[in-house]
């Protein structure tokens, strides 16, 4: 049966989440221009979701005021909503020319970077943050995901260190992000001990999150606690019920605890959510091995009734 072993992973990569604030902090000085009126009716739209036409009203003010630095921030903030990173950069670029001290410009130039795979310019940006403001815990947390990503992980590790120590402690849900990836951290490093405490201040921070069950199930499975890993894979999937790798890696431990019936249905779920996902390759190692374990559990009864 050991050919079926397959080891736990943490297949969701939960790094790249969004601690960049709303620029407009940079535009409270009022000016009793039309450039201000767009600006300040693109802001109000920026903080409602109406990024395409915040845009709109940035396009406005920066035609009447080319110089208008927290126009070109702001609209690279709402470019940066919209996925349209390189157009960020640019607005990013052209606020930072006009106001080099600019704290939101690199930091959301910063993520653009991120998002980008660009993960040694996204440090860069961060580490002129910490340079400008010394306690933004968004400084040091960004620049933690992105060593992550670099393989940097004890770098990560002491990045997500000093945002715990920079961050308010009310933010609760954004202390159970960081306590997450610095889970994350320790599981790459093979620190299960560490990893599993992360990820359980994690779930104490914010119960309603399946990532850190799910990251929480892996490093039990890690460890060969097959039952402690179904118990937070299951959670997980209570939480997010079409997680086709929480179905495979629960199918995996009750398999290793011999529940194989058990076992079969996880993995026809995970074949079926892979499939939906377009996951070609991980649909067919999934299928292979349900289909492996089938046949197993076919012959055993075959045996049975002899």
């Known amino acids: 049966m050991n050919r079926f072993i397959l080891s736990f992973s943490i297949a969701v990569t939960f790094a790249c989440l969004v601690f960049a604030a709303p620029a407009h902090s940079l535009s409270t000085v009022e000016e009793p ?149 610095r889970g994350l951290a320790w599981f790459e490093l093979s620190n299960l001990p560490s990893a599993m405490d992360d990820f359980s201040k994690a779930i104490h921070l914010n119960s309603h999150d399946y990532r850190a069950y799910y990251n929480r199930g892996c490093a039990c499975g890690r460890s060969s606690d097959n039952s402690c890993a179904i118990r937070d894979f299951t959670a997980s999937l209570q939480l997010q019920p079409d997680n086709a790798q929480a179905y495979l890696n629960r199918g995996i431990a009750n398999h290793q605890l011999g529940h194989e019936r058990t076992a079969i249905a996880d993995l026809q779920k995970a074949v079926e959510y892979f499939a939906q996902e377009g996951a070609t390759t991980n649909y067919e190692k999934t299928l292979n091995l349900l289909k492996n374990l089938q046949q197993q559990l076919s012959s055993q009864l075959e045996i049975a009734l002899i």
């Open 33 to 181: 221009n039309a450039a201000s009126v767009f600006l300040q009716s693109g802001i109000e739209k920026l903080l409602h979701g109406n990024y395409q036409e915040a845009i709109e009203n940035f396009n406005e003010a920066i035609e009447l005021r080319k110089d208008f630095a927290p126009a070109y921030s702001d609209r690279c903030l709402a470019y940066l909503e919209l996925a349209a990173y390189q157009s960020a950069i640019a607005d990013c670029n052209q606020a930072l020319k006009l106001t080099p001290d600019n704290v939101e410009a690199h930091l959301n130039r910063g993520l653009a970077y991120y998002r980008l795979g660009e993960y040694r310019q996204a440090i860069a940006d961060n580490n002129q943050v910490i340079v400008l403001k010394p306690d933004d815990f968004r400084a040091y947390y960004n620049r933690g995901i992105a060593q992550a990503m670099l393989g940097n992980h004890q770098q990560a590790i002491s990045d997500y260190n000093l945002a715990l120590i920079t961050i308010p402690q009310t933010s609760t849900f954004r202390l159970a992000d960081i306590y997450n990836d």
